[in-house]
């Protein structure tokens, strides 16, 4: 491929990335900051009921429903902001790091390509597997044993990743992983606990109140990782602050911590 294709290539599926990665994350800290609002006024007594907002010149009252008033087809998912924000991510890491030459350093790790592209690619499986193995686990029921498990886990992946490839690349994987990790929570999880609670709100059943906890359980911990995610990915802009600093590993697990501090904070403004 000639070098000025893969680079209008690149800027194409790069602006994609990012559009598409700004639906998804405005969405999600939008519906978790008015989910966050809901648990307050359920907990204050004499409450309004709704949450009002203005915004391009009018006003807006969002109520939470317990029960569906409208016919399925009438719902509105927010679905493939996802979808098309790790698709295009897929295509940048094949692009940049697959195609390209930025995996392997011979310094860190002398193994070839072909190599290191199954040991990335495993390593976004074996992190959505991990992941999900321990939240569905007796851990993942308590938020502190759950934080403090995944950020070992983050230390030990980034520790192991900076052995493996570039310091780049490592990062760049490491950001992929959790992108990883949220995507498939939409599609997996939340999604199909969404349509069984839409399928027994049109049948007037009750659906099972463990779908949904799950499902917000899910989202919650994607506006966590989100924060972490664009940095990584700003990552490669400055090497000497991150990737390529002697203390790389620990300043990843530095500031996801910041990013997990940031997530709150925007979550409950």
């Not at 509105?76 to 692009?95: D, P």
């Not at 310094?107 to 592209?117: F, L, Q, R, T, W």
């Not at 599609?187 to 499902?215: E, H, K, N, V, Y």
């Amino acid at each position: 491929m000639e070098f000025s294709i893969r680079e209008w290539l690149n800027l194409a599926v790069r602006w994609f990335h990012v559009f598409a990665g700004i639906m998804w994350v405005g969405q999600t800290y939008y519906f978790t900051w008015l989910d966050g609002q809901f648990t307050r006024l359920e907990q204050t007594a004499g409450a309004v009921p709704g949450v009002w907002m203005v915004h391009s010149g009018g006003f807006y009252s969002v109520e939470k429903k317990t029960r569906l008033g409208v016919g399925a087809s009438q719902v509105r998912w927010f679905r493939w902001e996802a979808l098309l924000t790790w698709v295009a991510g897929m295509i940048l890491l094949v692009l940049v790091y697959y195609l390209g030459s930025g995996l392997i350093d011979p310094d860190v790790a002398d193994i070839s390509k072909a190599a290191g592209i199954a040991i990335g690619l495993g390593s976004l499986a074996g992190g959505w597997f991990v992941y999900d193995l321990v939240v569905r686990s007796r851990l993942g029921r308590s938020q502190s044993a759950f934080a403090i498990f995944a950020l070992l886990m983050t230390a030990a992946a980034s520790w192991g990743l900076l052995h493996v490839f570039s310091g780049r690349a490592a990062y760049i994987h490491l950001g992929a992983i959790f992108g990883t990790i949220m995507t498939t929570n939409v599609w997996l999880r939340i999604l199909p606990a969404q349509r069984r609670m839409i399928a027994a709100a049109a049948s007037g059943t009750a659906f099972d109140a463990s779908l949904s906890a799950q499902a917000k359980l899910r989202s919650k911990h994607n506006t966590f990782m989100a924060v972490p995610v664009v940095f990584l990915m700003l990552s490669n802009h400055y090497p000497v602050a991150t990737y390529g600093n002697r203390y790389a590993w620990p300043v990843v697990v530095a500031l996801v911590v910041s990013g997990w501090g940031a997530a709150k904070l925007i979550r409950e403004a």
